[in-house]
């Protein structure tokens, strides 16, 4: 499978702080960038989502930064709060939508 | 119905012995994912319908997992022959137009081979 790399595993923030996590693809064939939340016991939810037409979308304190050129991605999560802490995936899906493809994770706790 | 539908929320089963897992997506969606997280890590591709076709199977381990999705009934997930590196949170994940829109995800199906 297309591997989707994301940095870093573990993140502690200070409550009110920025969270910044990372990835990169390689197929450029990708065309949908999903982030989602997942709380422990619970199925992944989507947090926000871009397209490569974008540069940066913004929902809230959450934004996503795309840099087409570098195939990276990135979530900036504004103000982080305490109910922020859970794990974020990014993925990736390509034009043809036949699946999602993950990266590992990033744990993130906000320490208030 | 609203939500992705996945039963049993547990299931154990002995080395060798089958598993089934069952998704019910949500009314109206015409895609179905399939995904194996272990270890609360990485989710690994398994299958995806388009309705009761096959979208793409290029995750499935063939020798001993199938899966189905057939009219006016939840779609399933079968396991011969369970190893005890299957032992997982199997999430099923639905949605309207394919997977480079919003997917849904349902609770999972925690699959613990003894």
């Known amino acids: 499978q297309q591997q989707v790399k994301q940095s870093p595993q573990s993140l502690i923030v200070q409550k009110g702080g920025i969270s910044i996590i990372n990835c990169a693809y390689e197929?450029?064939?990708?065309?949908?960038f999903p982030w989602y939340q997942q709380f422990p016991g619970k199925g992944p939810a989507l947090l926000i989502a871009?397209?490569?037409?974008?540069s940066e979308k913004k929902e809230g304190r959450f934004t996503i930064s795309f840099n087409k050129s570098a195939k990276q991605f990135s979530l900036h999560i504004m103000d982080s709060q305490p109910g922020d802490s859970a794990t974020y995936f990014c993925a990736a899906s390509n034009q043809a939508g036949t699946a999602l493809i993950f990266g590992k994770g990033t744990t993130l706790s906000v320490s208030s | 119905g609203e939500e992705v539908a996945q039963t049993p929320k547990h299931l154990v089963r002995g080395e060798g012995q089958k598993a089934k897992l069952y998704c019910a997506p949500i009314k109206g969606h015409s895609y179905v994912f399939w995904y194996q997280q272990v270890l609360k890590n990485e989710f690994k591709f398994l299958i995806s319908?388009?309705?009761?076709?096959?979208?793409?199977e290029t995750g499935m381990p063939k020798e001993r997992f199938s899966a189905k999705c057939l009219p006016n009934s939840p779609c399933s997930l079968e396991i011969q022959a369970t190893k005890l590196e299957d032992s997982a949170v199997y999430f099923c994940?639905?949605?309207?137009?394919?997977?480079?829109?919003?997917?849904?995800f349902g609770q999972g199906t925690r699959l613990t081979v003894v």
């Open positions: 994940a639905s949605s309207p137009t394919g997977g480079n829109t919003e997917a849904f």
């Open positions: 871009i397209r490569p037409d974008v």
């Open positions: 197929n450029t064939a990708f065309d949908y």
């Open positions: 319908f388009q309705n009761e076709n096959v979208f793409d």
